[in-house]
């Protein structure tokens, strides 16, 4: 079974821009969450799809957003980026929402200038 | 929100050593993952515990919920064993579910 899958892997973009990175999950598994990994902040939890409904959020701002189809395959949007948002994105996929293993994709990294 | 240490935040070792991994949390929790992140950042899954014990070749980890708690042990170690060992724990929230992550302990092993 394949596992989940990110694309794209690097992204270059300029301060102001947005940026939409994708993310398909394991065959089967219905919810995905996010994450961004800085070396300051550590690794932390942007936001929880299932069944395309947003179902749980972290503290990002606004112009963090993301959606879900009926695939299950997700996005995620990043709009007007500051120099800040440059971090490794990365994706999660788990069988349903709750206590279930999550698996993660390889990550997007993303460098703003 | 729930807290999740861990401890030691570095860890140099000779090859062939065994080691100790600490992960504390502030609340029940009803889901305990151990990764290994590896040199390009993906996060490879070593343990699904959120309690008992498991064992998986030469890595072991135990959960003690109770005492909040979870150890994961590396014998014998080996120099691919390097990287950075994130523990994460979920909290039940009734409109969804999230992973809080530790600040993570970096491995060196030596050959």
């Known amino acids: 079974k394949a596992g989940v899958t990110q694309t794209p892997r690097y992204l270059i973009k300029t301060r102001g821009q947005q940026v939409t990175l994708s993310c398909s999950p394991i065959s089967g598994h219905r919810s995905v969450s996010w994450y961004q990994q800085t070396p300051g902040q550590g690794l932390q939890f942007l936001f929880e799809?299932?069944?395309?409904?947003?179902?749980n959020k972290g503290n990002f701002p606004g112009r963090f957003s993301g959606r879900q189809f009926s695939n299950s395959r997700s996005e995620m949007n990043v709009s007007t980026l500051e120099l800040g948002d440059s971090a490794l994105y990365l994706c999660?996929?788990?069988?349903?929402?709750?206590?279930?293993?999550?698996?993660f994709g390889p990550g997007t990294r993303l460098t703003v200038t | 929100g729930i807290q999740v240490e861990q401890s030691p935040p570095d860890l140099i070792l000779q090859e062939g050593a065994n080691s100790t991994l600490r992960c504390n949390f502030s609340?029940?929790?009803?889901?305990l993952q151990w990764f290994h992140q590896n040199p390009w950042g993906q996060l490879i899954n070593l343990f699904y515990?959120?309690?008992g014990t498991k064992q998986n070749g030469r890595l072991s980890a135990t959960t003690v919920a109770t005492e909040r708690y979870s150890l994961l042990y590396i014998s014998s170690s080996q120099t691919t064993d390097s990287g950075v060992y994130f523990c994460?724990?979920?909290?039940?929230?009734?409109?969804?579910?999230?992973?809080?992550f530790g600040e993570g302990t970096q491995l060196t092993v030596n050959p």
């Open positions: 999660a996929s788990s069988l349903f929402q709750g206590a279930y293993e999550q698996y």
């Open positions: 515990i959120p309690s």
């Open positions: 609340d029940s929790v009803n889901n």
């Open positions: 994460a724990v979920e909290v039940a929230e009734t409109s969804g579910s999230r992973l809080t």
């Open positions: 799809y299932f069944s395309e409904t947003q179902r």
